[in-house]
């Protein structure tokens, strides 16, 4: 009886403690509480945007949970009804974006101002207390080394849908895709891999499986056709629960997802990091990557590993080890002379981690895509040769300028991406704006870009003495075509602005 009593006491207690509290908080500090914004796109998927907020007087602290990650509130103030915020960005450690507000019976509604966007407006509805908690850590297994799968003995060529469609690509535009890169010739030059990046994804049936959204109907037939062009195909995942765009991740289903990659046929697996930040910290990262790469293996298809994670944790120390082919170095690449040279330039440091199955991704190619000139875009194609960097085209293949598919179809270039000793281009001097950077090839060769990253036109030479040559060897111009005879001790070009000159020097 006197245990019944007592039971009964402390439940009368904890209730107290769960629900009177927070009654009170909600009566003097309207705001506090988890609030849900959904939105359903084109294809069905629902994506989410979580406000947590803690209201304490007129101050408001809390974080915006996206699906890709969290950003905590910052100088948060509000006077019970009206509300401004900011947070910091990712992508700009400079300007925070900005958030107002309102509340209006049990929902808020929101304005947003992210640096260089629009203003939005949504609307936000109260939520249980558990909306936007990441779900539980399931522990990553202990690392050991995955062997390596054989694959991409030379940086893997193809098309990747992000940087051109992002979620507007379909089954229709994929199969375009394929047809065209066997119209164009690219495949004959050696684009071979059709990669769908993210916003394929549905929702899972009873048993666990991924499915497809309403843009793609028939993975299995799908991956048929683009085979049936002796081509092949590649697709995106997230570790995360969420990938970056909000679709479903593989979180928790990795091995049954690598086993449904193989059933469709698939080739590429992009594994790319988003939410998986919300449940592991950067000393998982390995084992993380590891869990796939094993689970791609034990699938019974040889699957490309392409690991997106933008260079977190050294990624390059210990890629090889999770079974990867390549992986990414740095943040998304954006159309623009800025965000290319950016990355670009900044490869350096990783030369000795390429080697034949093994790259370093600087990011997907936004030749065609209309925000840098041509003398641009060929500086971005000489620059990811010589980095042996992947060559993953991200225009729209069906409606190429002349321009662009010259610059993707320059066989010459192409052979010293693909060059088979596999070696990473080196900054050989910088001079201000104006840099040589060399890559030795197998032939005993070297190619040698003259870059200039400045804004008027300039000379720049390179020695062969700097480049481990000597005598006269014969110099070729790889844009130009040409064979410009046997050049001794140094060669000078005029490099026009954002402009290179690539030239491949062999000894005689
Ligand atoms: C991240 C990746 C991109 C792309 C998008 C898709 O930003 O870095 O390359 O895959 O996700 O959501």
């Not at 960005?89 to 509604?109: F, H, M, N, R, W």
């Not at 570790?239 to 690598?258: F, L, R």
């Not at 590993?305 to 390549?326: F, H």
């Amino acid at each position: 009886m006197k245990s019944l009593f007592t039971a009964t006491l402390v439940s009368a207690a904890l209730l107290f403690c769960l629900v009177l509290p927070s009654t009170a908080i909600a009566a003097n500090e309207p705001l506090t509480g988890h609030w849900l914004h959904e939105d359903t796109s084109p294809d069905g998927n629902v994506s989410q945007i979580v406000l947590i907020f803690y209201q304490s007087g007129p101050k408001l602290t809390g974080k915006v949970v996206f699906s890709w990650g969290d950003l905590g509130i910052t100088d948060g103030t509000t006077d019970g009804h009206s509300f401004h915020f900011t947070v910091m960005t990712p992508a700009d450690s400079e300007k925070p974006a900005v958030y107002d507000g309102k509340l209006d019976g049990d929902e808020i509604e929101v304005i947003s101002r992210w640096p260089g966007n629009n203003n939005t407006t949504y609307r936000a509805k109260r939520a249980p207390d558990t909306t936007g908690i990441a779900l539980a850590r399931i522990p990553p297994p202990a690392l050991h080394v995955v062997p390596y799968n054989g694959l991409a003995k030379t940086p893997p060529m193809g098309w990747n849908s992000w940087n051109h469609f992002q979620e507007k690509i379909d089954d229709a535009a994929v199969r375009g895709m394929a047809d065209a890169m066997v119209a164009s010739g690219m495949r004959d030059a050696g684009y071979v891999y059709i990669n769908i990046d993210d916003t394929w994804e549905g929702q899972r049936d009873a048993a666990g499986n991924i499915q497809t959204n309403r843009k793609f109907p028939d993975m299995k037939a799908l991956a048929d056709y683009v085979h049936s062009k002796g081509l092949k195909i590649g697709i995106y995942s997230s570790p995360g629960p969420k990938t970056c765009g909000g679709y479903e991740g593989s979180y928790g289903h990795e091995v049954q997802d690598a086993k449904t990659y193989a059933k469709w046929g698939f080739d590429y697996l992009k594994y790319d990091w988003c939410s998986a930040g919300k449940i592991y910290g950067n000393e998982d990262l390995q084992a993380v990557y590891q869990k796939m790469g094993e689970a791609l293996q034990a699938s019974g298809r040889p699957i490309v590993y392409s690991l997106c994670e933008y260079g977190m944790g050294d990624v390059w120390k210990w890629g090889p080890a999770a079974g990867a082919n390549l992986w990414r170095t740095m943040g998304d690449i954006g159309d623009s002379w800025k965000s290319m040279d950016e990355i670009g330039f900044n490869q350096d440091r990783l030369a000795e981690y390429a080697a034949p199955g093994h790259w370093n991704d600087p990011d997907m190619l936004e030749i065609g895509n209309g925000g840098m000139t041509d003398t641009e875009y060929r500086t971005h194609f000489s620059l990811w040769a010589l980095l042996a960097a992947p060559l993953l085209a991200g225009n729209d293949l069906r409606t190429m300028s002349a321009a662009t598919k010259e610059i993707l179809l320059n066989r010459e270039v192409i052979a010293i991406d693909q060059d088979p000793a596999g070696h990473q281009a080196k900054r050989i001097s910088k001079n201000g704006e104006l840099e040589v950077w060399a890559r030795p090839l197998a032939d005993g060769s070297r190619a040698i870009g003259l870059f200039n990253r400045g804004e008027r036109e300039a000379k720049v030479s390179v020695k062969w003495s700097d480049v481990g040559m000597s005598g006269e060897p014969t110099v070729r111009d790889l844009w130009e075509h040409r064979s410009l005879g046997k050049v001794s001790r140094e060669y000078e070009a005029s490099v026009p602005s954002y402009g290179v000159v690539l030239i491949k020097v062999s000894p005689n």
